[in-house]
């Protein structure tokens, strides 16, 4: 019960206790993350949860790191590619490395793969979310709605979405309506997938799934801003002709859901889990979130998943209303990391949450 962080009457023993306990595993173990994406929220929350914190960062970066606060130890590398240079200071603190998108961008997967300082999450699972057809072979498993895939872009009958792989945050990606269009606008550009472009309002869903209660958890909903499809409606319809539309993102909105959809949105995310352990054992775990479009009959498209923190829950760094619903205290995405890291230290099941 001592982990529980939704009691709130503690016996003065359990206060001792809680405190000894919280005492061993800040002086036994690190939280360690790249610094960007959302290093300043995982960095928090590790602190949040009584941890020693480091942040591996290029030189530039650092002083954000030290003006916030929220590491420890701030490393500095000459750049991300250089990342196992800072390897055995981690070894050394005893780190435990909790894994964001730019650690992936900046990193190939091979990289990610041989990472000798211990791990938080599954990182087989990376194989699964980077790879456009795998992905969409665990989502069908897991019964979601998704979009419609154009194979062939003489398939083209509506409007479609073209993307990149490897694309950062929807840069470059563009619409088209025929694949006379989609020729024009494609030139000599490779890797691409084309997807029906589904007419809705964006949801971004943050769930975790927590290995050591055994329960999946809602971490809140946020929707992006981005350019510059954002800033088209700011322009009269009649003056929009020849402007293209791309959709790199700038930014994140809060969002608070109708309640009448959380069922389906809880349905969702434990299919994904589920079907991922069929997929990849032992399956996702820890944070991850699905990328959907809600049309107006209320259905989700399911267009993404990212199978790790998403800097949209940066919104939430003094907690989301669901985190605060279900914990009790200001509970971020990154802090819920940590919580799971101490009860797994707790409960000796560290092993179960790195991979
Ligand atoms: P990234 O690969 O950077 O995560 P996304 O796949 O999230 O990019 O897509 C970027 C933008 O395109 C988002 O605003 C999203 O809402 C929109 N989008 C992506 N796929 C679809 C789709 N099938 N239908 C409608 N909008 C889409």
Redesign the pocket.
């Known amino acids: 019960m001592l982990s529980d962080p939704r009691r709130n009457s503690f016996s003065k023993q359990d206060l001792k206790l809680g405190s000894f306990v919280k005492l061993l595993v800040k002086s036994k173990y690190t939280i360690a993350t790249l610094g960007s994406h959302s290093a300043l929220q995982i960095l928090r929350g590790g602190k949040d949860e009584g941890f020693r914190t480091i942040v591996v960062c290029k030189k530039e970066h650092c002083s954000v790191y030290r003006h916030f606060r929220v590491a420890d130890r701030v490393v500095e590398i000459p750049s991300y590619s250089e990342f196992h240079t800072a390897e055995d200071e981690l070894l050394r603190e005893n780190a435990i490395l909790v894994p964001h998108a730019s650690l992936i961008a900046y990193m190939s997967l091979d990289a990610v793969e041989k990472i000798r300082v211990p791990y938080y999450g599954n990182r087989r699972i990376l194989l699964w979310e980077s790879d456009r057809d795998r992905q969409r072979k665990w989502l069908e498993k897991a019964g979601l709605n998704l979009?419609r895939v154009y194979e062939d872009p003489d398939e083209i009958d509506g409007l479609c979405?073209v993307?990149f792989q490897g694309?950062?945050?929807?840069q470059g990606?563009f619409l088209a309506r025929s694949s006379e269009e989609f020729r024009q606008k494609i030139g000599g550009l490779k890797d691409y997938s084309i997807?029906?472009?589904?007419v809705g309002i964006?949801v971004y869903i943050h769930y975790f799934y927590s290995v050591i209660r055994g329960e999946l958890e809602l971490m809140g909903f946020d929707r992006?801003y981005?350019s510059n499809?954002d800033a088209i409606s700011r322009i009269p319809a009649g003056l929009q002709e020849g402007i293209d539309v791309t959709?790199t993102?700038v930014g994140n909105f809060p969002l608070f859901l109708r309640e009448s959809l959380l069922p389906e949105v809880f349905k969702m995310g434990q299919r994904v889990v589920e079907a991922s352990r069929e997929v990849c054992e032992p399956g996702i775990f820890g944070p991850f979130c699905l990328?959907t479009?809600v049309t107006p009959d209320l259905k989700f498209?399911v267009?993404?998943i990212s199978a790790r923190i998403v800097a949209g829950t940066n919104v939430f760094m003094e907690g989301s209303p669901y985190a605060y619903l279900k914990h009790g205290i200001p509970m971020t995405t990154g802090r819920r990391i940590a919580l799971e890291i101490r009860e797994a230290i707790e409960q000796g099941r560290l092993e179960e949450i790195l991979g």
């Open positions: 979009p979405i993307k694309a950062k945050g929807g990606y997807q029906e472009y589904v964006p992006r981005e499809v959709y993102i990328e479009v498209y267009f993404e």
